[in-house]
C-alpha cells in the first residue's frame, strides 16, 4: 500500500503537527490526516472523532487498508465531547464553518482553560470565527495561508490565552506585521477588498432602513481593509 496522499490543504495542516505531540482529528471523516502523520512518523497514535457513524467507519477503512487500526483511537460523538480533559496536546478542527468551530469550542469548557492547542482550518465564517475566538479568552498564535486550485484557505493554531481585540478589518483579514512570511497575503488582501467592496456597493444601492444602518459598519471595514492592503504592498517594496 502506497502512502495516503494529501490535498494541499490538508497537507498544510499535517506540516503544522510538532512531532511526537498526542492528537486529535476531530470530524475526521476518512482519517486522511491522522493516516499521513503516522505514517511519516511524525506522530506515535492519533485520536479521531466523528459526530456521525458513516463518516468514521470511512475512517476505520483508511486504517485497515494501511495497517494502521491498532494505533488509531475511533470515538462517535459531537465536537470534542469524546475527548477527556489533557487527552490530547493538539486538536485538529477542519473541513467545517467557523460557527461551527466557535460552537465546538464553547461547548467545551476545557478548551478554555489552557494545555491543549487547536489546529482550526474554517471554511466559511472566518471574521466571525476570529472575533469570537479573541472575545472568548483564546489566542491566535500563528495564520496561514494556502492555495488549492483557485481557492485560498486559511489555517489557525489557536490556545488559550489573552489576545489584543481585532480591528473589524483584522477580524476579516487577520492581523499582519512587517516581515512577516505570506507570500499569498496580497492576493487574500485584494480578494477580501474586492469582496467587501461589492458587499458595500449593493448595500448602497438599497433602500432598505436596515441596509442603510449598516452602511456605516461596512464603509468603515472597506476603509481598513483598504489601508492594510497599501500597508502590506508598502512592506513589500
Known amino acids: 500500500m502506497r502512502p495516503i496522499a494529501l490535498s494541499p490543504r490538508l497537507l498544510a495542516l499535517a506540516?503544522?503537527?510538532?512531532q511526537g505531540v498526542?492528537?486529535?482529528?476531530?470530524?475526521?471523516d476518512h482519517a486522511r490526516l491522522p493516516v499521513w502523520l503516522l505514517e511519516h512518523g511524525v506522530i506515535d497514535h492519533a485520536i479521531a472523532t466523528d459526530l456521525r457513524e458513516g463518516p468514521l467507519e470511512r475512517a476505520r477503512e483508511t486504517a485497515r487498508r494501511h495497517e494502521l487500526t491498532d494505533r488509531i483511537s475511533f470515538r462517535l460523538g459531537d465536537g470534542l465531547a469524546p475527548l477527556e480533559r489533557g487527552e490530547a496536546d493538539l486538536c485538529a478542527i477542519a473541513g467545517m464553518g467557523g460557527e461551527t468551530i466557535a460552537g465546538i469550542l464553547a461547548a467545551a469548557p476545557w478548551a478554555g482553560e489552557g494545555g491543549t492547542r487547536f489546529l482550526l482550518q474554517p471554511m466559511s465564517s472566518i471574521p466571525e470565527l476570529r472575533g469570537w475566538l479573541w472575545r472568548n479568552g483564546f489566542r491566535i498564535e500563528r495564520e496561514e495561508l494556502i492555495q488549492e486550485g483557485e481557492t485560498l484557505y486559511v489555517s489557525l493554531t489557536v490556545s488559550a490565552g489573552p489576545m489584543s481585540p481585532l480591528t473589524p478589518a483584522e477580524e476579516w483579514a487577520g492581523q499582519q506585521r512587517q516581515?512577516?512570511?505570506a507570500p499569498l497575503r496580497s492576493l487574500y488582501l485584494t480578494r477580501l477588498t474586492s469582496r467587501v467592496q461589492g458587499a458595500l456597493e449593493g448595500l448602497r444601492r438599497s433602500t432598505r432602513p436596515e441596509d442603510l444602518r449598516r452602511l456605516p459598519e461596512w464603509e468603515a471595514l472597506a476603509q481598513g481593509l483598504e489601508e492594510m492592503k497599501k500597508e502590506w504592498e508598502a512592506w513589500q517594496r
Open 15 to 18: 506540516r503544522q503537527v510538532p
Open 22 to 28: 498526542r492528537f486529535a482529528d476531530v470530524g475526521t
Open 179 to 181: 516581515g512577516m512570511a
